[in-house]
């Protein structure tokens, strides 16, 4: 019974590279979020999901892109990843569209020097 | 634009007193306002949610009071508690959004034994 997954929880890259942050859920929900929290922010949403091989921006997609392949996972790409974007990112997912309830990952804390 | 304001950034309460934080929202077509609570290294989680159709609903010590006409929500934690300390959360979301929430900036509050 695990739940909502994040891998890695802790992330160290350089600019420029590629890192991609997983999520994994095992209650079968439809939809699947990424959030990005910085202080003074609070939780900003970078992509939803509200099923497999649907997906759409949030509020502060740029830069990152998702896939969303099988229902269980939603894996967050940084194709290029830049100083702005250390942050810790949650992954989140709710049952459907009439659930209001988004249960959260653990976080996944990235630095990018 | 941040269509969720919180206050304030941060809190000092007694151990027994009454912890207040406010919210106010821009968009009218909110239609959810719940509440998250967040403990360190850990994602958030839901804590008590409201719909406009009430002004307040309790649960335990936590109460959300709601002014639809000011636009504005708050929670109320009675007896605060060491265990209490954390980061609140208020968001908000509209069904003809997809239900996206919309999150505050957050509020750090220690209660000190």
């Known amino acids: 019974d695990a739940g909502i997954t994040q891998s890695p929880r802790y992330k160290i890259t350089e600019t420029g590279r590629q890192v991609t942050l997983m999520c994994h859920q095992t209650?079968?929900?439809?939809?699947m979020f990424w959030y990005r929290q910085d202080l003074g922010h609070g939780l900003r949403l970078i992509y939803y999901s509200a099923a497999a091989d649907i997906t759409d921006k949030g509020e502060v997609p740029d830069g990152y892109v998702v896939s969303r392949s099988k229902t269980e996972n939603f894996p967050l790409t940084l194709e290029s990843a830049t100083r702005s974007q250390t942050s810790v990112y949650f992954c989140?997912?709710?049952?459907?569209?009439?659930?209001?309830?988004?249960?959260f990952g653990p976080g996944t804390r990235l630095l990018v020097l | 634009q941040q269509q969720v304001k919180q206050s304030p950034q941060s809190l000092i309460v007694q151990k027994g007193g009454i912890s207040i934080i406010n919210c106010a929202y821009e968009?009218?077509?909110?239609?959810?306002f719940p509440w998250y609570q967040q403990f360190p290294g850990k994602g958030p989680a839901l804590l008590i949610a409201i719909r406009p159709d009430v002004s307040e609903k309790k649960e335990g010590r936590f109460t959300i009071s709601f002014n639809k006409s000011a636009k504005q929500f708050s929670l109320h934690i009675m007896d605060s508690q060491p265990g209490d300390s954390a980061t609140y959360f208020c968001?908000?979301?509209?069904?003809?959004?997809?239900?996206?929430?919309?999150f505050g900036e957050g509020t750090q509050l220690t209660v000190n034994p």
């Open positions: 989140a997912s709710k049952r459907g569209l009439a659930e209001e309830t988004q249960y």
């Open positions: 968009n009218t077509a909110f239609d959810y």
């Open positions: 209650w079968s929900h439809s939809y």
């Open positions: 968001a908000a979301s509209a069904e003809t959004s997809g239900s996206r929430l919309t």
